[in-house]
C-alpha cells in the first residue's frame, strides 16, 4: 500500500465538469476516525436515505364521539401517502419496512365543555403509544397534539383515537387541524 498526498483532484477536463471515480467495484473507501467528509457545499446523490414510507392525512369528515368512549378518529382525506401504506384511516407497515417510525396527530373540537379531552396514538389497535390529554372543565375549541416514535415490524397498525366526556356526543373538526402524519426514520 502506499500513500498519494495531494491537495486537491480535479478532472483533467478545463473546465472542471465530468466525473471521478474513486475505486473499482466491490471496493470499500473509508474516511478514516477523526476525519471529516464535508458535504456542505456539495450536490449530492445516492447518499443517506430517505424517510419513506411517509404520510399526511385528515379529516374531511367529522367522527361522532359518544360521552365517556374512545372512538378511533375517521381521516379520510391524504395530502401524500408516498407507500399506499394509509387506508380506512389506518397505517399499515409495508412489507420490508419494518423499523422506527415518527408520528404526530392533532385533534380539534370546538364549543364543548368538557371534563376530558383526550387524544391518543395507538399501535395495533389497543396498545398507546402517546397521550395528550386536556382537562379540567375546559371549555370552547381545544386542539390536542401528541407524537411519539415506535419500533414497528411489518403488518403492523397505527391509528388515532379521542375520547371525551363532556356528557353528550360530540365530533371533530374537520379539515388540517385533525390530521395525522409519520415517516419511517432513517437509521
Known amino acids: 500500500m502506499s500513500d498519494l498526498f495531494v ?15 474513486l475505486g473499482a467495484s466491490g471496493e470499500t473507501i473509508s474516511v478514516p476516525s477523526g476525519a471529516t467528509l464535508d458535504l456542505s457545499n456539495a450536490t449530492q446523490t445516492g ?26 378518529i375517521t381521516l ?19 412489507i420490508g419496512q419494518a423499523g422506527k ?13 368538557s371534563n376530558r379531552f383526550i387524544l391518543q396514538i395507538r399501535e395495533n389497535g389497543t396498545n398507546v403509544k402517546a397521550e395528550m390529554e386536556l382537562s379540567g372543565g375546559v371549555s370552547g375549541a381545544m386542539t390536542a397534539v401528541c ?11 397505527v391509528e ?7 356528557g353528550s356526543t360530540q365530533t371533530n373538526i ?11 426514520i432513517i437509521e
Open 101 to 113: 417510525y415518527f408520528f404526530t396527530a392533532a385533534l380539534r373540537q370546538n364549543s364543548f365543555t
Open 76 to 94: 379520510d382525506n391524504e395530502i401524500y401517502d408516498t407507500n399506499s401504506a394509509f387506508a380506512s384511516s389506518t397505517f399499515t407497515v409495508p
Open 7 to 21: 491537495d486537491n483532484i480535479k478532472h483533467q477536463s478545463s473546465q472542471g465538469s465530468g466525473t471521478i471515480t
Open 147 to 157: 407524537s411519539t416514535q415506535i419500533n414497528l415490524s411489518e403488518g403492523d397498525t
Open 47 to 72: 447518499v443517506g436515505g430517505t424517510n419513506t414510507p411517509a404520510f399526511l392525512a385528515y379529516a374531511s369528515s367529522t367522527t361522532s364521539m359518544p360521552t365517556a368512549s374512545s372512538v378511533k
Open 174 to 184: 374537520t379539515g388540517v387541524s385533525t390530521q395525522f402524519t409519520g415517516y419511517k
Open 160 to 166: 388515532v383515537y379521542g375520547y371525551q366526556d363532556s
